[in-house]
């Protein structure tokens, strides 16, 4: 089903979540209520890291998250097309989720599969995606906490732009307030 829908390396993001993610967000849950969006800590195998987009295809859900985050190497092998990776099928815990949710498409295992060998495609296409169990559906909502969206995909700003970013992690007790970030 991911082949069909995603690019060959997802090379670019912007284009997949605009694919992906629904128009009408009648069909998630509340964002002040719900328990899945971006910026949810995953733990893969032990390692925590954290999501980034909710993806729809019909009425299945899956939550991005890096590539690397089921990396088998150490920290500095980062070359998807060189690093080992856990195979699809692994479980990975989901912050708010009930159930595991499953490792169901690596652009790591993708390049490697292909014989890909472009050291700037091997270097930057970092994308997995964690297909959520149905029943954890009903939690989740694709906008960011604090900023809101997804309302479309906007262009690259330029220099002085203002940056935003949501992200949490084990080393901040899970205090959510510290997760919003601009600058």
Known sequence: VLRRVLPRHARSLALAAAMLIPSAASAWAPAAN??????????????QCTSHVVFQEGSTVFLGQAAHCSGTGGQTETDGCTSGSLPLGTPIEVTGASNPGTLVY????????????DPDTCAYNDLALI??????????????PGFGGPTGVGGAGGLSSTVYSYGNSELRGGITKLSPKQG
């Open 34 to 47: 719900a328990s899945i969006h971006p910026g949810v800590q995953t733990f893969t195998a032990g390692a």
């Open 131 to 144: 297909e959520l169990d149905p029943a954890d559906v009903a939690e989740v909502n694709p906008s960011v």
């Open 106 to 117: 690596n652009s790591w295992l993708t390049m490697q599969a292909g014989g890909e060998t």
